[in-house]
């Protein structure tokens, strides 16, 4: 029998498979931030142990800084000494740190794909569950714990059961409006917050393949937010353009030697899966989610679930917790209702794509004047490519600030939070209850949706006015 | 890590679905550097009015006083979302020792494990039962057995571990030490894999 991408890769990973219990699996890369790092640092000191191979380890510190005036002090306390936690591990323990004021500083899902160290065939992973951004590269990528983080220090190794294997296949051309962060919140309403738990997932269809790869990133960033460990994505030329002459690419001879073992990344065509999906490309609209999980989300014409639809009585129970702490009556259209906020960035859409897709609808308009904006690139580098192509100039004409980087209002470790009971269209993964700061109401969308927003100051279908 | 082989003990029923590591322990108390204290801050958004501790939510389940033990019983897709092991720590360190669901999130569940939490996953029915009994009743769950037992009907399940797991679970032995044993192996299978 054939074998998939996830099988090729992960089989050649395999150190060793304990009986009865998981493999252990040998890890390429591992990415660290400031907050998921330092009792795992502790571990290993109090172990008396060292770093195995801090050379295959790249930090950045992302979730936890400012997006304005980064060249000054921190002034959160707790920040700052998290910040400055991680600067003083990995002096001590010899990792790379692409901390704050460094040309390639940014959150960490942005800056491995851009700097060229997520390369197809890899085993990556980090402390937070969006690692699975890397699989768009053909690469096992997946977010782990503390202690986890603690056993990649200790033996660069991690103790995992081989998942399940899911691929689902989009193929067909999409609408005028829709793009990928569409595709994934599509999947992610049809399959629930917990439809591919257990499951590693393998984008393919023709609609995958016509999709650029900071495209492919969003779709693989969010496999976690439908219960998936990753996401990936076969290589393809698509993938070999985008890598090459990035600073931590092979170059020359090495270059061609991967990309050989690179093109032996792919599903075979008898290999088997444990569950198939098959959506049409022309069936998806652009989505927007009206819930506190990623699972509840529609078209953006669409009406919310009436309470009657609910047959278990938990789950009703579930869906008016949900539209009581949203402000929303079950069978409402959010169509034209007001939004106070509009947050672009995060790991899942904060890339140079999303700004030019952002540019191209507020170029030579104005925003909203009751909208309050974030906007926030993913990295030094994406800022720096804004300001390159003049895109800068766009939105400050839009009367739009552009900020620093990092990860912002997602997770509103940072001052930047969306006050209570305001409504935020938010181009990030998760409309948890308070994620975006206590009380905060997240409508996650696309890049476009939100730019739609931002000039109109309510929920918009982006076609009213791409026509 | 701490060991864990049988407990009796009365739980707490959480009748809520898609519990995400964010309602655990909210973002905001992830600036700590140390794995300390994290239990005041367990479910702390759900537990107090607008962030103050002298204003317990009445409704919510942990501020019910006829409501305690070392168990929490929570409905399915628990521990979804963000990868932060403070959510296993903040319920370890707020005194509970075992998990049940009908179903967890991955990320959660190996959390759980690497802390001496055992995730319990039972089925929809059982967990049924289990909210269908009263606050004073209790619960076993016996890990070398790999059941689980409503105490006051006797209704029991067994529950799914993988034998290394549970070997760990038993002794208080965590895969750190397991791995940092492995070192010339992996130093073999580099030699092997150097491109």
Redesign the interface.
């Known amino acids: 029998m054939g074998k998939t991408i996830f099988d090729k890769i992960w089989d ?1 990973h395999v ?2 498979i ?5 493999s ?1 699996v ?1 890890i390429d890369k591992h990415l660290i931030h400031e ?2 790092s ?2 795992a640092f ?2 290993i000191e109090k ?1 008396g ?1 060292k770093l ?1 191979r801090p050379k295959q380890i790249v930090a950045t510190a992302d ?2 800084v400012p997006t304005l005036h980064q060249e000054l002090p921190i002034k ?1 306390a ?2 700052k ?2 910040v400055d ?1 991680l600067i003083d591990n990995c002096k001590k323990h010899g990792v790379e740190l692409y901390g704050l004021g460094h040309k390639y500083q940014g959150i960490v899902h942005v800056i491995g794909p851009e700097l060229g160290i997520t390369q197809p065939g890899m085993t990556i992973v980090c ?3 969006h690692t699975s951004t890397h699989g768009a590269f053909g690469a096992i990528a997946f ?6 983080v ?2 990649v220090f ?4 991690i ?1 995992q ?1 081989k ?1 399940k294997l899911m691929r689902i296949n989009i193929d067909g051309h999409l609408k005028k409006g829709v793009v990928s962060k569409d595709i994934i919140l599509y999947i992610i309403a049809q399959i629930s ?2 439809g591919a ?2 499951y590693f997932v393998e984008y393919a269809g023709s609609a995958i393949r016509a999709l650029s790869m900071e495209a492919r990133m969003t779709i693989c960033n969010m496999s ?1 937010e439908m ?1 998936a ?1 990753g996401g990936m994505i076969a290589p393809d030329q698509t993938t070999y353009d985008y890598m090459q002459g990035r600073l931590f690419a092979p170059t020359g001879e090495a270059w061609d ?1 991967k990309l050989a073992a690179w093109k032996e990344l792919y599903t075979d065509a008898d290999a088997k899966f444990d569950m198939e999906i098959n959506i049409k490309a022309e069936d998806i609209d652009p989505m927007i989610t009206y819930g506190t ?1 990623p ?1 509840m989300g529609l078209s953006v014409q669409g009406k919310l679930p009436t309470t009657e639809s609910f047959s278990d009585a ?2 009703k ?2 869906y008016e ?1 949900a539209l009581q702490y949203m402000g929303l009556t079950a069978g409402q259209s959010l169509l034209g209702m007001p939004v106070q906020n509009v947050f672009i960035g995060s790991c899942t859409n904060s890339r140079i794509e999303d700004f030019r897709l952002v540019a191209s609808i507020i170029k030579g308009k104005q925003k909203h004047p009751s909208i309050k904006t974030l906007i926030v690139p993913g990295s030094q580098e994406v800022a720096k490519q804004i300001k390159a192509e003049g895109l800068d100039k766009i939105f400050e004409a839009a009367g739009v600030e552009i900020r620093q980087a990092g990860c912002s209002a997602c ?3 940072n001052e930047d939070k969306i006050p209570a009971g305001e409504y935020c269209i938010s181009t990030s993964n ?1 409309n ?4 975006q700061g ?1 009380g905060a109401r997240t409508l996650l969308a696309s890049p476009l949706t939100a730019a739609a927003a931002l000039l109109t100051g309510k929920i918009t279908d982006i076609r009213e006015i791409l026509n | 890590m701490q060991s864990l082989q049988k407990i009796t003990s009365r739980f707490i029923p959480l009748r809520i679905e898609n519990v995400d590591t964010d309602q655990i322990i909210p973002a905001r108390f992830l600036k700590a550097t140390t794995k300390d204290g994290f239990g005041k801050n367990l479910f702390r958004d759900w537990r107090y009015e607008n962030d103050d501790e002298t204003k317990p939510k009445a409704d919510f389940v942990l501020n019910q006083k006829q409501y305690t033990g070392e168990i929490l019983v929570a409905a399915k897709n628990f521990g979804c979302g963000s990868s932060r092991e403070h959510a296993a720590w903040s319920i370890q360190d707020y005194g509970f020792k075992v998990v049940v669901s009908s179903f967890f999130a991955d990320i959660f569940k190996n959390n759980a494990l690497n802390n001496g939490v055992l995730p319990v996953t039972v089925t929809d029915a059982f967990l049924q039962q289990i909210f269908a009994v009263g606050a004073t009743d209790t619960l076993t769950v016996d890990l070398e057995n790999q059941t689980i037992t409503i105490d006051a009907t006797g209704a029991s399940e067994k529950f799914d571990i993988n034998a290394y797991k549970k070997t760990c679970m038993l002794n208080g032995y965590d895969d750190i030490d397991y791995l940092l044993n492995m070192k010339e192996e992996i130093e073999a299978y580099e030699k092997a894999n150097q491109e």
């Open positions: 050649k150190v060793k304990i009986q009865d219990g998981p252990v040998y907050v998921t330092p009792q502790t571990g172990r142990a195995f979730h936890n959160d707790l920040s000494f998290q936690t402390g937070d569950s977010g782990i714990g503390t202690s986890e603690q056993m200790a033996s660069q190794c103790m059961s998942p917050a917990s738990t257990g976690i219960g460990r030697k999980n699972g938990t789950e129970q579930n917790k997770l509103g470790m998760r948890f209850e308070g994620r206590a």
